[in-house]
T-cell receptor, first 113, second 115 residues
Framework: QQKVQQSPESLIVPEGGMASLNCTSS?????YFWWYRQHSGKSPKMLMSIFSNGEKEEGRFTVHLNKASLHTSLHIRDSQPSDSALYLC?????????????FGIGTLLSVKP | GPKVLQIPSHQIIDMGQMVTLNCDPV?????FYWYKQILGQQMEFLVNFYNGKVMEKSKLFKDQFSVERPDGSYFTLKIQPTALEDSAVYFC?????????????FGPGTRLTVL
């Protein structure tokens, strides 16, 4: 069964610091990774997606993908207290007729002022 | 941005009763999804629905579950009868089209408690 593993489970960074979150899929058919952010009691909101090897940057957020190892990472620079949330990594494979996302358990990020 | 609404936000029912969870997807979206999240565990795919049909369902989508979207109305998940293990948060999502590159927009979830 396909699994998506995220690490660490929780992370505390100081305001202004860099947060680095990791995610690996066990399914070699994965072709897309999505990063969602979920504040407590709210909807998961898509942050970034990636399907090509390399990196992609949007503002303070950078995502990396290594397709050979099926590993993706999300980096948040100049972290703010408002970044405190649960970060979910999700993978989708091109064999899925139902477009199902396979989620990891998430990384709980806390940014301390 | 586009919003998915879910009604109700919380529902408490007795085991064996029927429950219907309602989802109002983004207006021009064609693909609809339900995911289930048990406390402390990851969110898991239940079912995908397009053009009036179930496209794919997981093993979590038991025979007691059904989905539909009558024209112009909510996309619904019905559980009949409910069991204790159905207690979870159910998230609805929608996407404009299918395929890996189309973002799924999520609602805030319905917390279902089966007593």
């Amino acid at each position: 069964q396909q699994k998506v593993q995220q690490s660490p489970e929780s992370l505390i960074v100081p305001e202004g610091g860099m947060a680095s979150l990791n995610c690996t899929s066990s399914d070699r058919n994965v072709d897309y990774f999505w990063w969602y952010r979920q504040h407590s009691g709210k909807s998961p909101k898509m942050l970034m997606s990636i399907f090509s090897n390399g990196e992609k940057e949007e503002g303070r957020f950078t995502v990396h993908l290594n397709k050979a190892s099926l590993h993706t990472s999300l980096h948040i620079r100049d972290s703010q207290p408002s970044d405190s949330a649960l970060y979910l990594c999700a993978a989708m494979n091109y064999g899925s007729s139902g477009n199902k996302l396979i989620f990891g358990i998430g990384t709980l990020l806390s940014v301390k002022p | 941005g586009p919003k998915v609404l879910q009604i109700p936000s919380h529902q408490i029912i007795d085991m064996g009763q029927m429950v219907t969870l309602n989802c109002d997807p983004v207006s021009n979206h064609l693909y609809f999804y339900w995911y289930k999240q048990i406390l402390g565990q990851q969110m898991e795919f239940l079912v995908n629905f397009y053009n009036g049909k179930v496209m794919e369902k997981s093993k979590l989508f038991k025979d007691q579950f059904s989905v539909e979207r009558p024209d112009g109305s909510y996309f619904t998940l019905k559980i009949q009868p409910t069991a204790l293990e159905d207690s979870a948060v159910y998230f609805c999502a929608s996407s404009r089209l299918g395929g890996s590159s189309y973002e799924q927009y999520f609602g805030p979830g319905t917390r279902l408690t089966v007593l």
